[in-house]
């Protein structure tokens, strides 16, 4: 199998490195190893114009759509809650901008907890703002059990109930359109959603680039080289 391009979205923040302390468009070194160890070549996408997004999309195979701060309120027709995060604004517009282009084109899209969050979003789907039990202390990755739906690409698969790394705070609500749920938590959190149809677009709302387990992201590289 030839190895495909698959883009990962990444932070915009501040950073230090040797005597340098500016902004810098951040990626943890995991997610380009989740795509390796999955068959595929990653290639940075740090936010830029959302105009560029299209162009952008027609060079690669794949998009991962990284996770980060909570996606703004505004973006889904509601007001910031007491306990969600600052807005990332550069990176929602571009990110949604990415998600609608590989929508359009049937690239390839992997969302993973925030990319998941936006990618129901995009679709029209709101976010539950706060929830708990689904993160370890901070800066710690918690763990718990999703269970997949039969029959759903994600199902197919981990066809079992599978121990996962989370660190989320934020959840699918209404469900954006064309868009069905494929796994849940013991307490009925949706963790995994994906396109009805033949196109390749699933989110999970755990963070896979954590754990040892590759069958999603070779699911999307698979995908990929399909075309």
């Known amino acids: ?20 302390d500016m902004p810098a468009a951040l990626l943890p ?14 290639v ?12 952008v999309l027609a060079r690669l195979d794949g998009l991962v759509v990284a996770g980060g701060a909570d996606v703004e309120p505004v973006r889904y027709g509601a007001e910031p809650g007491p306990r969600t995060g600052p807005p990332a604004r550069e990176r929602d517009a571009w990110e949604l901008a990415l998600i609608e282009a590989a929508l359009a084109s049937g690239t390839p899209l992997l969302g993973i907890c925030r990319g998941m969050q936006l990618l129901n979003v995009a679709l029209g789907g709101t976010l539950t ?9 901070v800066g710690v990755m918690g763990r718990h059990t999703v269970k997949p739906v039969p029959g759903t690409r ?3 698969l981990a066809p079992e109930a599978t121990e996962v790394p989370a660190y989320h705070h934020q959840a699918v609500d209404r469900l954006g359109a064309g868009l069905v ?5 013991e307490d009925g959190t949706v963790e995994a959603v994906e396109l009805a149809g033949p196109s390749w677009a699933l989110g999970v ?11 999603v992201v070779r699911g999307l590289v698979t995908a990929a080289v399909r075309g």
């Open 1 to 20: 199998m030839s190895q495909p391009l698959i883009g990962v979205t990444t932070y915009l923040d501040r950073a230090r490195w040797g005597v340098w």
């Open 29 to 42: 070194a995991r997610y380009p190893r989740y795509v390796r160890e999955g068959g595929g070549l990653a």
């Open 44 to 55: 940075m996408l740090p936010p830029d114009a959302p105009s560029a997004a299209a162009a």
């Open 129 to 137: 703002q706060h929830l708990d039990g689904h993160m370890g202390e």
């Open 154 to 156: 994600y199902g197919t």
């Open 181 to 185: 749920a494929s796994a849940h938590a």
């Open 205 to 215: 709302q755990w963070h896979p680039e954590m754990g040892e387990d590759f069958r």
